[in-house]
């Protein structure tokens, strides 16, 4: 698979391991990254059918969003180093990040550190007691990511640009709530189209339902991948 499709992630947000696995086939070479969250995390199947897809070939982001004391998450992130897994979140505190970043050490894990939801608002901020509107959050937790060392962050594209001018080349830039020009933004408040999220900075983008709610979820794929290419050049 090229560059491009591996900065491509399709969220395999459904409640089963044949919903799952369907969507797999359906997508067949088209993908090589997928990202398993609480849905099917929870429903009791994620985990091994993520154990699963690793052992085909394929990459897996376990989206589990960790928020715990030291301890617990040093443990839950050794077990899930464990697995293979490419990429994992954690909230992004410093004390949690810096659990993360210990447990995964000396193991293929990028623990990316989750800022804001792109589907939260300045106002949404405020009514969560913060006294910092959504791009000084995430600039300042973006910059604790870099501090404490880990592999990236989470962020809408409408702060991948600052948030690359804060943390080291190296780190991810994990961008979801994308949306491809014209669909719907569901209940998205900061989505971007593909092309132009990467021209902002984002290193890999989520989508889930303009892929996976397609009567075609491969060509859907593939149309996404088409407009990711117009950034290529300018990434």
Same mark, same amino acid.
């Given at each position: 698979m090229s560059e491009v499709d591996d900065r491509l992630i399709v969220a395999l947000d459904v409640s089963s391991r044949t919903e799952a696995q369907n969507l797999v086939e359906q997508l067949d070479d088209s993908v090589s990254f997928y990202k398993i969250g609480y849905q099917l995390f929870y429903a009791g199947e994620g985990l091994a059918f993520g154990k699963e897809l690793i052992a085909a070939g394929k990459k897996v982001f376990f989206d589990l969003k960790l928020f715990d004391i030291e301890n617990t998450v040093e443990k839950a992130v050794?077990? &899930?180093a464990q697995t293979g897994a490419s990429f994992l979140t954690v909230h992004a505190y410093p004390k949690v990040m810096g659990a993360a970043a210990r447990a995964s050490a000396g193991s293929d894990l990028k623990i990316l550190g989750v800022t804001v939801l792109t589907s939260y608002d300045d106002d949404d901020m405020m009514n969560a007691g913060y006294d910092r509107d959504v791009a000084g959050i995430?600039? +300042?937790? =973006?910059h604790q990511a870099g501090l404490v060392g880990i592999g990236g962050v989470v962020c809408s594209a409408f702060e991948a640009g600052m948030v690359k001018t804060l943390m080291k080349p190296d780190m991810a830039i994990v961008t979801p709530g994308i949306r491809p020009q014209g669909a719907s933004t569901d209940e998205q408040k900061r989505s971007m189209s !593909?092309?132009? $999220? +990467? $021209? #902002?900075? =984002?290193t890999h983008l989520v989508v889930g339902r303009p892929i996976t709610a397609e009567q075609s !979820?491969? $060509?859907? $794929? #593939? &149309?996404?991948r088409v407009d990711m290419n117009a950034a290529t050049q300018i990434v």
């Amino acid at each position: 698979m090229s560059e491009v499709d591996d900065r491509l992630i399709v969220a395999l947000d459904v409640s089963s391991r044949t919903e799952a696995q369907n969507l797999v086939e359906q997508l067949d070479d088209s993908v090589s990254f997928y990202k398993i969250g609480y849905q099917l995390f929870y429903a009791g199947e994620g985990l091994a059918f993520g154990k699963e897809l690793i052992a085909a070939g394929k990459k897996v982001f376990f989206d589990l969003k960790l928020f715990d004391i030291e301890n617990t998450v040093e443990k839950a992130v050794v077990a &899930l180093a464990q697995t293979g897994a490419s990429f994992l979140t954690v909230h992004a505190y410093p004390k949690v990040m810096g659990a993360a970043a210990r447990a995964s050490a000396g193991s293929d894990l990028k623990i990316l550190g989750v800022t804001v939801l792109t589907s939260y608002d300045d106002d949404d901020m405020m009514n969560a007691g913060y006294d910092r509107d959504v791009a000084g959050i995430v600039g +300042l937790r =973006a910059h604790q990511a870099g501090l404490v060392g880990i592999g990236g962050v989470v962020c809408s594209a409408f702060e991948a640009g600052m948030v690359k001018t804060l943390m080291k080349p190296d780190m991810a830039i994990v961008t979801p709530g994308i949306r491809p020009q014209g669909a719907s933004t569901d209940e998205q408040k900061r989505s971007m189209s !593909p092309s132009e $999220a +990467l $021209a #902002q900075g =984002a290193t890999h983008l989520v989508v889930g339902r303009p892929i996976t709610a397609e009567q075609s !979820p491969k $060509a859907a $794929a #593939q &149309l996404i991948r088409v407009d990711m290419n117009a950034a290529t050049q300018i990434v």
